[in-house]
């Protein structure tokens, strides 16, 4: 069974909700990043985004894009975020989003990319510049029992698009909170209670939310309407204020995850 | 409607601007079907741009290179180019979709003050991205963006030039889409833009192609222009692309040379890939990463190219050729000298390539060159090159 669905099977038998952070690959570098992954998995991270680092991350607000920038400037690469992968799943099973860009794929090869992933357990792909209506070069490639999950994104203005959006989904319904890019420090759409029980009701897989999250205190008064959140440039922040230290970053988890399901 | 151009165009954008794109297509169908809209559209090209401009016979050019050669002077329009034909239709469907705010992205500024030019004529809060590299070269532009009443803001992130304006622009688009227009500049983004900047530069080829009949009795042998995202060349194009014998040539900027890597000819390489809510050719390095372009033209600047400028090169039905800045910066000495006109640098690579492939044709044989804009807002670049090359002005 795909890693993130039988991740969601087991919390919600639990009646927990599921906490996911995004980080950006490569930083602070190929062998920080691997070690902050196994500790995310000790400290309780149930779902880990891993951000492959693209020159143009225009869903992304400012944080990303400079964690994104930094990372490219460091090396890093697809590849070389395959070959982390592969080494870490011989001691990880944390289940892995990739979240990036279409080009990245279409650079690498639409199938190779879909083989690669099967092959070394990357378990559902994020991909903000591809919408439902452009996904089927992609979705060729991805029956297999094997083969990463697509994550399909809901906004506030989806609408009547919704039931498009959801039919055949898998793994988790993404949310984004509000208009525009990751984490914005305006707050959330001003109707996101009403969109997020929308989403919910219509969908038979779990509802996740995400976009300018920094603390489970943000996600109190629309918890009862979703699964789970997802925090994303608060996180990479967190980190890099930290200086990447280990236990501060693990600490943050454990409170969030003890709030989340309080 | 098909959003593509053979396999390139579509809409590579974030799932909330879907509904946004929808309604902007809903509308700009319904406009292009009111005669009243074209009416308002006619009005302002008349009176306010200053159409139509003349197809002008470069008598001196033609002694020198053989056949006869036309230079549609889109340089004469209010703000000195075509980009003010794409402005005025794009407002025009901005206050006619109750838009309140108008954005854009601008390299050089040239997108920029038209907009800002159009925002003020029909009282439009607008606010222009421009990255911080250009906003240093081009002070000018962005005095007069300012003095227009528009709010030049600056992108600071990746490059710092027209990519990551464009970048900006986007996700300020997928913010505050509820009251706001995006005016895009070139025949790029996300379906239905490609189609909308078509759709008011083809006045360029509209009334060439009158011209040139009143004047010749015949259509011309060969049409030119040069090709950043695309713009006035898919404007030029427009009404002879079903005119089989009428050969279509588009020119990129070479830069310093497509095989020194810096250059801006997305097509000379060839390699698909997705960028501004487009799939089309695409400057990139190993890895899929976007590759700056390179050019002394700051309109040819760009790493892409517009998704039907990719379709017409695939289907063969438009040749693309490049100049290097060396070689537009020859030709645009030249058209001073003998016809009395300063063009743009951009239009300078239409030129150049003109003279080249004049020489391989016959006396009667007739070509129209787009003369997209003028040149004024270059002296500070031209300068800066001749100080380097002295001999240039010799020549």
């Known amino acids: 069974m795909n890693r993130i669905e039988a991740k969601l099977a087991e919390l919600k038998s639990k009646k927990e909700k599921a906490f996911i952070t995004y980080m950006t690959a490569g930083l602070p570098d190929m062998e920080g990043c691997q070690k902050i992954i196994k500790a995310q998995e000790e400290a309780g991270t149930d779902i880990l985004e891993l951000g492959i680092p693209f020159s143009d991350p225009v869903a992304d607000g400012p944080v990303i894009q400079d964690a994104s920038y930094r990372s490219i400037l460091k090396g890093t690469n697809l590849t070389k975020v395959f070959d982390m992968v592969k080494e870490l799943r011989n001691s990880c099973e944390i289940p892995i989003v990739f979240m990036m860009y279409y080009n990245t794929i279409l650079h690498y090869g639409v199938e190779k990319f879909v083989n690669t992933c099967s092959e070394i357990g990357i378990d559902g792909l994020i991909i903000p510049d591809l919408p439902f209506e452009e996904q089927g070069e992609l979705k060729q490639y991805l029956g297999d029992e094997k083969s990463p999950v697509l994550i399909q994104l809901v906004s506030p203005v989806s609408k009547e698009r919704v039931p498009m959006l959801l039919k055949d989904a898998r793994g988790f319904v993404y949310c984004v909170s509000s208009m525009g890019v990751t984490g914005q420090a305006s707050g959330f759409h001003k109707n996101v209670e009403n969109y997020l029980a929308e989403v919910k009701n219509q969908s038979d897989i779990p509802v996740m939310m995400g976009f300018g999250i920094k603390t489970a205190k943000d996600v109190e008064n629309v918890k009862h309407t979703i699964d789970g959140c997802i925090v994303g440039s608060h996180f990479i922040q967190l980190m890099e204020d930290a200086e990447y230290n280990i236990e501060k970053i693990k600490n943050y988890i454990i409170e969030f995850k003890k709030q989340l399901n309080e | 409607m098909s959003k593509y151009y053979g396999e390139f165009g579509?809409?590579?954008?974030?799932?909330?601007?879907?509904?946004?794109?929808?309604?902007?297509?809903?509308?700009?169908?319904?406009?292009?079907?009111?005669?009243?809209?074209?009416?308002?559209?006619?009005?302002?090209?008349?009176?306010?741009?200053?159409?139509?401009?003349?197809?002008?016979?470069?008598?001196?050019?033609?002694?020198?290179?053989?056949?006869?050669?036309?230079?549609?002077?889109?340089?004469?329009?209010?703000?000195?180019?075509?980009?003010?034909?794409?402005?005025?239709?794009?407002?025009?469907?901005?206050?006619?979709?109750?838009?309140?705010?108008?954005?854009?992205?601008?390299?050089?500024?040239?997108?920029?003050?038209?907009?800002?030019?159009?925002?003020?004529?029909?009282?439009?809060?607008?606010?222009?991205?421009?990255?911080?590299?250009?906003?240093?070269?081009?002070?000018?532009?962005?005095?007069?963006?300012?003095?227009?009443?528009?709010?030049?803001?600056?992108?600071?992130?990746?490059?710092?030039?027209?990519?990551?304006?464009?970048?900006?622009?986007?996700?300020?688009?997928?913010?505050?889409?509820?009251?706001?227009?995006?005016?895009?500049?070139?025949?790029?983004?996300?379906?239905?833009?490609?189609?909308?900047?078509?759709?008011?530069?083809?006045?360029?080829?509209?009334?060439?192609?009158?011209?040139?009949?009143?004047?010749?009795?015949?259509?011309?042998?060969?049409?030119?222009?040069?090709?950043?995202?695309?713009?006035?060349?898919?404007?030029?194009?427009?009404?002879?692309?079903?005119?089989?014998?009428?050969?279509?040539?588009?020119?990129?900027?070479?830069?310093?040379?497509?095989?020194?890597?810096?250059?801006?000819?997305?097509?000379?390489?060839?390699?698909?890939?997705?960028?501004?809510?487009?799939?089309?050719?695409?400057?990139?390095?190993?890895?899929?990463?976007?590759?700056?372009?390179?050019?002394?033209?700051?309109?040819?600047?760009?790493?892409?190219?517009?998704?039907?400028?990719?379709?017409?090169?695939?289907?063969?039905?438009?040749?693309?050729?490049?100049?290097?800045?060396?070689?537009?910066?020859?030709?645009?000495?030249?058209?001073?000298?003998?016809?009395?006109?300063?063009?743009?640098?951009?239009?300078?690579?239409?030129?150049?390539?003109?003279?080249?492939?004049a020489k391989e044709m016959k006396k009667d044989q007739i070509i129209v060159v787009c003369l997209s804009g003028r040149g004024d807002k270059d002296c500070h670049t031209i300068q800066e090159y001749l100080t380097g090359n002295k001999e240039a002005l010799n020549k």
């Not at chain 2, 006869?68 to 034909?85: P, S, V």
């Not at chain 2, 790029?188 to 010749?216: A, R």
């Not at chain 2, 600047?301 to 693309?320: K, M, Q, T």
């Open chain 2, 10 to 357: 579509g809409q590579y954008v974030a799932e909330s601007l879907m509904n946004t794109l929808e309604e902007l297509d809903k509308a700009f169908e319904e406009a292009i079907q009111d005669p009243e809209f074209w009416k308002e559209f006619d009005y302002y090209m008349k009176e306010y741009v200053g159409r139509e401009t003349p197809l002008y016979f470069a008598s001196r050019l033609t002694e020198k290179y053989g056949p006869k050669i036309y230079l549609k002077r889109e340089d004469l329009n209010h703000t000195g180019a075509h980009k003010i034909n794409n402005v005025i239709g794009q407002i025009l469907l901005a206050k006619r979709m109750g838009k309140k705010k108008v954005i854009a992205e601008t390299g050089a500024g040239q997108h920029g003050v038209a907009t800002a030019t159009g925002a003020a004529l029909f009282d439009l809060e607008c606010k222009v991205y421009m990255g911080e590299e250009d906003i240093s070269r081009q002070a000018l532009n962005v005095l007069r963006m300012e003095m227009l009443g528009s709010r030049v803001l600056s992108v600071s992130s990746g490059s710092k030039t027209l990519k990551d304006a464009t970048n900006e622009a986007i996700r300020t688009w997928a913010k505050e889409a509820e009251d706001t227009f995006y005016v895009i500049g070139s025949a790029v983004g996300p379906y239905p833009y490609p189609k909308i900047v078509k759709t008011f530069q083809s006045i360029i080829s509209k009334e060439s192609k009158k011209q040139i009949l009143e004047k010749e009795g015949r259509l011309p042998d060969s049409v030119m222009a040069c090709v950043g995202g695309g713009s006035n060349s898919i404007g030029m194009f427009a009404e002879f692309i079903e005119d089989k014998d009428v050969e279509l040539v588009g020119v990129e900027a070479a830069g310093l040379g497509i095989e020194t890597g810096k250059h801006a000819s997305a097509m000379a390489l060839g390699i698909p890939g997705t960028l501004h809510g487009m799939r089309s050719y695409l400057l990139q390095d190993e890895d899929g990463n976007v590759e700056l372009a390179h050019s002394i033209s700051a309109g040819l600047d760009y790493p892409g190219v517009g998704p039907e400028h990719a379709y017409l090169r695939d289907s063969g039905r438009a040749r693309y050729v490049s100049i290097t800045d060396d070689e537009a910066m020859e030709a645009l000495l030249e058209l001073c000298k003998l016809e009395g006109i300063i063009p743009a640098i951009e239009s300078a690579h239409a030129l150049a390539h003109c003279f080249k492939q």
